[in-house]
Nanobody, 124 residues
Framework: QVQLVESGGGLVQAGGSLRLSCAASGRTSSHYVTGWFRQAPGKEREFVGAIRWSGDGTGYADSVRGRFTISRDNAKNTVYLQMNSLKPEDTAVYYC?????????????????WGQGTQVTVSS
């Protein structure tokens, strides 16, 4: 069992930055992958990016590549999502999730544990 808690969401103006954190506890493993997803009102949950537990591989959705960066601090069991140059279309609830694979999974059903989500609102 893995417990995940996201934090760092909030309201920011377009062009601004936010850093989300995802703190993990419980049965973590070097073979897990951590992903970030988001869901806007009336839309399906979509993949944002993912990082291997080892930190040696990341992947991003085309919509955020070059603006968002995922990193991790294994000593703190925490994964970060640095979001720069935010746009109003980035407004959503952001979730982190952990999957039982070492590959960069881009689909939500590939993840076993989810956090409660944190709201990000970008004003124009």
């Amino acid at each position: 069992q893995v417990q995940l808690v996201e934090s760092g969401g909030g309201l920011v103006q377009a062009g601004g930055s936010l850093r989300l954190s995802c703190a993990a506890s419980g049965r973590t493993s070097s073979h897990y992958v951590t992903g970030w997803f988001r869901q806007a009102p009336g839309k399906e949950r979509e993949f944002v990016g993912a990082i291997r537990w080892s930190g040696d591989g990341t992947g991003y959705a085309d919509s955020v590549r070059g603006r968002f960066t995922i990193s991790r601090d294994n000593a703190k069991n925490t994964v970060y999502l640095q979001m720069n140059s935010l746009k109003p279309e980035d407004t959503a609830v952001y979730y982190c999730a952990v999957g039982l694979k070492s590959s960069l999974i881009t689909y939500s059903r590939g993840y076993s544990w989810w956090g409660q989500g944190t709201q990000v609102t970008v004003s124009s």
